[in-house]
């Protein structure tokens, strides 16, 4: 499957895209989606793990959460620092690159004998992860444009699946090998992916800009003052990941309290009807290829706020509350995949840089929405938080409202 792609640079040094890509198979983007899906999950690993790394580590348990912190960071720092890179390097190296040097720092986790050990080699984990985004951008760059919304979408749904299925996935592994088997298997399974992707990817996927690692740098902060689209998308991004971390951050507090109880077993279910939703919304890009990307996002960021009023009873019925996850993993998977096809049409010479800077609005997003929840269940109790998702959804979707009149 050969990709051609040609750059043309004007007199202001901006790169325009002239590529006509040959299209991916539906067996190369299945590929890529388990790959970013598998890559994902190494962030959300230790979050079960947490209690038995203290134990084996002897730290305590309020200072072991700095695990979850560190490895966000990394991930943080690498949307900024090594995503963009994707469009000066040749991406099919840089991938399998990411994934095997991934795979060393996992096989660090499982050995980490000290604290800082552990907590060094999670910095690694982080900013390694971010290889999710570098194959998010190079399937749309490998996507025929009639394509390129759908591939994305079913790429993104990957990323929502190893999200979602994480927790739950390491905590069946540890049960049987331990918390360090969670990371030596996801380590054997980085080689794996890195020795497929090594045969599945062509090899003219070729970069797209020019210039010093430092110039490319300075070309993603010119993206968030120059692209009107990118600053709107992001907007969008920050608030439904701020809603969506506002849930799952703190979903497991009333679940685990009494009179539910629930174990950790049964918490872990409501994440695979998450997925259900998650998945049900990966044709919102094929929808955005037919430039009904704007109402697709009016409908889900309508779908968003309402989904918080079942959730509200979790205490009187938990199909209420399965109910209300599957609305709000649908509703926020539907806007993220509109954001992606629409930022990407918008500059297809630069997406790699344009997806590290879109993601830096949904780790905002997330941060804050985590900060949010905690704060709002210890003091004010679970409807609170409902009213805080709720208000943070409906944010949104005014927001919508307020574009859909200037441009209308």
Not at 21 to 48: D, E, H, K, W
Not at 50 to 65: C, K, T, W
């Amino acid at each position: 499957m050969p990709c051609s792609t040609h750059t043309l640079t004007n007199a202001q040094g901006k790169i325009h895209d002239t590529s006509m890509g040959a299209g991916l198979s539906r067996a190369q983007t299945f590929l890529f989606a388990i790959t970013c899906a598998m890559a994902v999950a190494n962030v959300y690993f230790a979050q079960p793990l947490l209690e038995s790394m203290a134990a084996s580590l002897g730290v305590s348990s309020g200072a072991i959460g700095v695990v979850v912190t560190v490895t966000q960071a990394g991930y943080a720092v690498g949307l900024l620092f090594i995503v963009p890179l994707g469009d000066l390097l040749d991406r099919k190296k840089l991938i399998v690159s990411q994934l095997l040097l991934s795979a060393v720092a996992l096989c660090t986790v499982g050995l980490a004998e000290s604290w800082g050990m552990l907590l060094g080699a999670m910095v690694l984990v982080g900013l390694l992860a971010v290889v999710v985004q570098v194959v998010v951008a190079c399937t749309a760059s490998l996507a025929s444009p009639h394509q390129r919304g759908a591939a994305v979408g079913t790429v993104t749904s990957g990323v929502v699946l190893g999200i979602l299925l994480a927790r739950f996935v390491s905590g069946a592994v540890a049960d049987m090998a331990g918390w360090r088997g969670v990371y030596f298997v996801s380590a054997v399974l980085m080689v794996g992916m890195a020795l497929v992707l090594a045969r599945a990817l062509p090899a003219s996927v070729k970069p797209t800009a020019q210039g010093s690692y430092w110039q490319l740098l300075r070309s993603v902060f010119r993206l968030f003052m120059t692209e009107r689209t990118l600053r709107i998308r992001g907007t969008f991004a920050l608030l439904i990941f701020a809603a969506f971390s506002v849930l799952w951050t703190s979903m497991v507090l009333p679940l685990s309290a009494p009179p539910l109880s629930l174990s950790h077993t049964q918490i872990g279910l409501f994440g695979l009807a998450g997925v259900a939703g998650a998945l049900a919304a990966s044709r919102a890009g094929v929808l955005a290829d037919r430039g009904m990307g704007n109402r697709t996002t009016g409908i889900a960021l309508t779908v968003l706020t309402l989904s918080w009023l079942p959730i509200a009873f979790v205490h009187s019925s938990l199909l209420a509350m399965l109910i209300g996850v599957i609305l709000l993993d649908f509703a926020v998977q539907a806007v993220h995949v509109t954001n992606q096809s629409l930022i990407f049409a918008a500059r297809p010479d630069a997406q790699s840089r344009l997806v590290g800077a879109y993601m830096c609005f949904y780790s905002m997003g997330s941060g804050l929405g985590a900060i949010a929840a905690t704060y709002t269940y210890a003091h004010f109790g679970w409807v609170a938080v409902c009213i805080l998702g709720a208000g943070i959804s409906a944010v949104a979707l005014v927001y919508w409202l307020l574009l859909k009149r200037v441009q209308s």
